[in-house]
C-alpha cells in the first residue's frame, strides 16, 4: 500500500502522545499547528470525540503485534478506566454476577458528569476483543476476571439503554442517578433521537464470541425487532426522532452505519464464526474487516 496513509496515522498517533498526557484523554487538544500539542481542560469521556482513539489503540496492535507501543498505552487506558465506571468495579468481587455498569464522564478536575453516552457502548466490545487477544501475562494482575466482569456488566447497560424505551430504541445519551446503582433517570430533550447506532450490537457480537452466551444473541433479537418495526421505511431504516413516542416519527435520514454496521453486526451475531475469523481479521471502527498478518488458509 502507499505508506504515506501510514505515516499520516502515526503523526497523529505522535502528536496525542506528544501532550505528555499517559493514558485517558480529555477529548480536545489544541489545534494541529500548535508544537507542541497540549490537552485541553475539559471532560474525559469515551465516547463522542474520543471513542475511536481508544479502539485504535488495541486494533492497531491487533493488526499489527510488532507495535507493542499501541497496546502499552490501551493497557494503560484500561487500568484508569475505572475512574470513570460506576457502580465502582469491585476486583474483589469479580467471580460473581456483575452489575451493571455504567460508563460515566468526568470534568477535568475527575468530578462526575453522570451521563451514559450510546457511543461509549463499544467499549465492553473492545474489552472482549482484549481479552481474546492480548497474551496471557498482560491479563495477569486480576485484569482478566476484572475485565470479564466489566465487559459483561457494561453490555446489560448497553442493551437496557435501548430496551427501557418505550419504542426499544436507545437514545443518544441517557443521564443517570447520583446514587448506586446509577440506573438511568432521564433522557434530555435533545438526546430523544435514535440514529439507530451501532454499538450495543458491536458489543453483543463480540461478547457472544467470547463467551458463547445464547443471552446476547437473544438481546440482538431484542435490538433487531425493534428496528424493524420502528425503524423500517419503504427505501431503507430511518432515524427516529423520539424513542419513547410510539408510533414513531421517522426523520428523512438513513446514517451510512445502519448497515456498514448496525445491521453487519447483528448477521455476525448470529453468523457461525467462521463467518468472520477474528484470528484472520480485524474490523476498523467502520466494521471494515481488515486482514491480520499471516496466512489465511
Not at 481479552?131 to 466482569?149: A, F, I, T, V
Not at 448477521?267 to 480485524?282: C, E, G, R, W
Request: with cysteine.
Amino acid at each position: 500500500g502507499d505508506l504515506r496513509y501510514g505515516r499520516a496515522a502515526d503523526a497523529c498517533f505522535d502528536a496525542i502522545q506528544a501532550t505528555g498526557v499517559a493514558g485517558l484523554m480529555p477529548v480536545q487538544l489544541t489545534p494541529p499547528e500548535s508544537s507542541p500539542p497540549r490537552a485541553l481542560a475539559g471532560r474525559y469521556a469515551m465516547g463522542a470525540l474520543a471513542d475511536s482513539y481508544y479502539e485504535y489503540l488495541l486494533k492497531q496492535w491487533v493488526q499489527n503485534p510488532a507495535e507493542e507501543r499501541f497496546k502499552d498505552v490501551w493497557l494503560l487506558v484500561m487500568d484508569q478506566l475505572p475512574a470513570l465506571i460506576r457502580p465502582r468495579l469491585d476486583p474483589q468481587k469479580a467471580h460473581g454476577k456483575p452489575p451493571n455498569f455504567k460508563i460515566i464522564e468526568a470534568t477535568a478536575g475527575g468530578a462526575p458528569i453522570f451521563k451514559m453516552d450510546h457511543l461509549s457502548c463499544f467499549v465492553p466490545g473492545m474489552i472482549a476483543l482484549g481479552l481474546m487477544s492480548l497474551p496471557e501475562p498482560d491479563l495477569q494482575g486480576g485484569r482478566n476476571s476484572s475485565w470479564h466482569q466489566l465487559a459483561e456488566g457494561l453490555t446489560a447497560s448497553c442493551t437496557e439503554l435501548w430496551t427501557s424505551t418505550k419504542s426499544g430504541l436507545a437514545p443518544e445519551y441517557a443521564l443517570l442517578s447520583e446514587g448506586s446503582p446509577h440506573g438511568f433517570e432521564q433522557i434530555p430533550s435533545g438526546a430523544q433521537h435514535s440514529f439507530l447506532r451501532p454499538e450495543t450490537a458491536e458489543s453483543l457480537f463480540y461478547l457472544y464470541r467470547l463467551t458463547g452466551k445464547n443471552k446476547y444473541r437473544k438481546w440482538g433479537k431484542k435490538l433487531f425487532d425493534a428496528i424493524i418495526k420502528h425503524g423500517k421505511v419503504p427505501a431503507g431504516f430511518a432515524s427516529v426522532a423520539n424513542v419513547n413516542q410510539v408510533p414513531t416519527e421517522k426523520l428523512d435520514d438513513m446514517q451510512s452505519f445502519v448497515m456498514a454496521e448496525t445491521f453487519k453486526y447483528l448477521y455476525l451475531l448470529f453468523s457461525p464464526n467462521d463467518a468472520l475469523d477474528l484470528d484472520k481479521y480485524v474490523l476498523n471502527t467502520e466494521a471494515h474487516p481488515l486482514r491480520r498478518p499471516g496466512p489465511l488458509a
